[in-house]
C-alpha cells in the first residue's frame, strides 16, 4: 500500500469542494444577474403602460385610460404581493427533509 494515498485523496477532497463551491458561486450569481434583468424589465413595461395611459388622457380617450391605470395598478400591486406557488412550497418541503 502506497503511503501517499491519505495525502491523496485529502488533495482530491480539497480541490472537489472547491470545485462545489465555485458552482455554488456561479449559480447565485446567475440567480442575481436573471433577477436584475427581470426587475429592469419590469420597470420598463410598467414605464410603457404608464406612458400609454398618460398619452391617452391627453388624448382625452378617458376610457382606455381608465382601463390602462387599472392594469397598470393591478400589476404594480400584484408585483409586491407574496407569491405562494407549487415550486416554492415543493423547495421548502425539500429543505425540511
Known amino acids: 500500500m502506497d503511503p501517499s494515498f491519505p495525502e491523496r485523496i485529502m488533495r482530491e477532497f480539497e480541490k472537489n469542494s472547491e470545485h462545489i463551491r465555485e458552482l455554488e458561486r456561479e449559480g447565485?450569481?446567475?440567480?442575481?444577474?436573471?433577477?436584475?434583468?427581470?426587475?429592469?424589465?419590469?420597470?420598463?413595461?410598467?414605464?410603457?403602460?404608464?406612458?400609454?395611459v398618460m398619452f391617452c388622457l391627453y388624448l382625452g380617450n378617458i376610457t382606455f385610460a381608465g382601463f390602462g391605470?387599472?392594469?397598470?395598478?393591478?400589476?404594480?400591486i400584484q408585483a409586491f404581493l407574496p407569491k405562494n406557488d407549487k415550486q416554492n412550497s415543493k423547495k421548502n418541503d425539500k429543505e425540511d427533509n
Open 28 to 52: 447565485l450569481n446567475a440567480t442575481v444577474a436573471r433577477d436584475k434583468r427581470g426587475q429592469i424589465c419590469g420597470f420598463i413595461l410598467a414605464l410603457g403602460l404608464f406612458a400609454i
Open 69 to 76: 391605470a387599472v392594469a397598470f395598478f393591478g400589476t404594480m
